[in-house]
């Protein structure tokens, strides 16, 4: 079992930036894929990032160029920079770990509980 713990969320005015952490319980951390994705008021969760074992990464083309996905395993954490943030990116960001479903998807094993990101305009 693997459990997730995020933080870093906030409310930040459009075109400010936002770090969030991803803090994982288990020493195996550095054996799983991580992601990233989110949920907006009404909306179905939706894929953000990903980052393979080996540090490759993916992102969804509404953040592409503005958010960055990146991993520190000796630290068991994993991390979302997200830089010129919009109105749009308002939602719940979830940390996952260990997609079953492919890398743009939302299917993984293991989740956080969720961090709170408010985009105001």
């Known amino acids: 079992q693997v459990q997730l713990v995020e933080s870093g969320g906030g409310l930040v005015q459009a075109g400010g930036s936002l770090r969030l952490s991803c803090a994982a319980s288990?020493?195996?951390?550095?054996?799983?894929?991580m992601g990233w994705c989110r949920q907006a008021p009404g909306k179905e969760r939706e894929f953000v990032a990903a980052i393979r074992i080996g540090g490759s990464t993916y992102y969804a083309d509404s953040v592409k160029g503005r958010f960055t996905i990146s991993r520190d395993n000796a630290k068991n954490t994993v991390y979302l920079q997200m830089n010129s943030l919009k109105p749009e990116d308002t939602a719940v960001y979830y940390c996952?770990?260990?997609?079953?479903?492919?890398?743009?998807?939302?299917?993984?094993?293991?989740w956080g509980q969720g961090t709170q990101v408010t985009v105001s305009s």
């Open positions: 288990r020493r195996t951390f550095s054996s799983y894929a």
């Open positions: 996952a770990a260990n997609p079953s479903g492919g890398y743009y998807s939302t299917n993984y094993n293991y």
